[in-house]
């Protein structure tokens, strides 16, 4: 029964992302979030994006790397339904459609675990693909940030040890908090629902939480969710609205982060982002918009700092490094020394007694 729940939960969120094409909507969404194109690129930041896969003729494939296909056990990560493709223009940009990404430098690294065959039935990898591709993509893929674009929604204890392992490999993950607010309120996603994960919630044009958005714990950030213009397979664009979307702009803040200030861990990460997110609705926290919409320009003011802190400490433990490694050597060098006389002074002697 869970496992038709998912695969129905996965429909809908599919299935928000419309045909018809977006219109020019001023400082939406880059307005709400605080962000300067051009000021920081996210270069040298590795994100996995755990979806459908990309779709090569709409995304530059130079900021591609190769990834993986759970679904088939094989390299072949074509998008072959339009919603890894989406979440990867928004953070990658759109420049035949004059659409900036957040982080137009990052490398991306498709790692698909849900998608449709011919016939259009929906493959899911359910929790324990998704727990593999976590793992894979802090260790076999070297990415400091994974992107997830849905969920599951059951608890797993394999999930959560990937989770907390990527964590410890420095992993800063990001997830959707789910779209099904008006007909399953109840339901909480994973992983977005794990303490360590950013889970995003869905943010409107007019700063309200969108009605799809789910309302629960898992939501610690907004971000934009809603009339959205995201790429197609074929290069096009077209109108999205969902929590994943939102999920997206929070990935493309993060590799900025981690971009400029590598020194700053995945629970500094999102402590800056949470301290300079722009307060919503209810003061202070709330499980609609959590601490509130994601401030980039804010945030990465804040990590400098941070980062300074980080690089003195580091200074300043280099530096006892060196003084104790200097004083043991120079102990080490005068007990050998002392060695040395000791013998030579006995062979001396023993020379001296001799007949």
Partial sequence: MKKILASLILLVILARTSTVLAADTGSWPTGAIDWTPAKSTGQGSRIALI?????????????????????EQSRDTDDRVGHGTALAGILLGLPAKNQPGIAPDAVLVPLVYYSQ????????????????AIRDA??????????????TIGDS??????????????????????????????????????????????????????????????????????????????????????????AAYVAGGVALLRAEYPSLTPGQVRSVLLATARDIGTQGYDVDSGYG??????????ARALDEINRAQATGRLRWIVILTTIILALLLAAGVGIWIHLTRKKARGERQQP
């Fill in 51 to 71: 979806d459908t896969g990309i779709s090569g003729p709409a995304i530059d494939p130079v900021h591609l790397d190769e990834g993986y296909n759970y679904l």
């Fill in 293 to 302: 919409v994601l401030q980039i320009n804010k945030a990465l003011s804040k």
């Fill in 117 to 132: 065959d011919a016939a259009g039935k929906v493959l899911d990898g359910g929790s324990d693909l998704l727990a593999q």
């Fill in 157 to 246: 204890e394999d999930l959560q040890s990937a989770i907390a392992y990527a964590e410890k490999q420095g992993v800063v993950v990001v997830a959707a908090v789910g779209n099904e607010n008006e007909d399953h309120p109840e339901v909480e996603f994973f992983p977005a629902a794990y303490e360590t994960v950013l889970g995003v919630a869905a943010l409107r044009a007019d700063e309200g939480i969108a009605t799809f958005s789910q309302r629960n714990e898992s939501v610690k950030l907004s971000a934009p969710g809603t009339d959205l213009k995201v790429a197609t397979v074929r290069g096009r664009t077209v109108r999205a609205f969902g929590t994943s979307y939102a």
């Fill in 138 to 151: 802090a260790q076999v893929y070297q990415c400091q940030i994974i992107l997830i674009g849905a969920g």
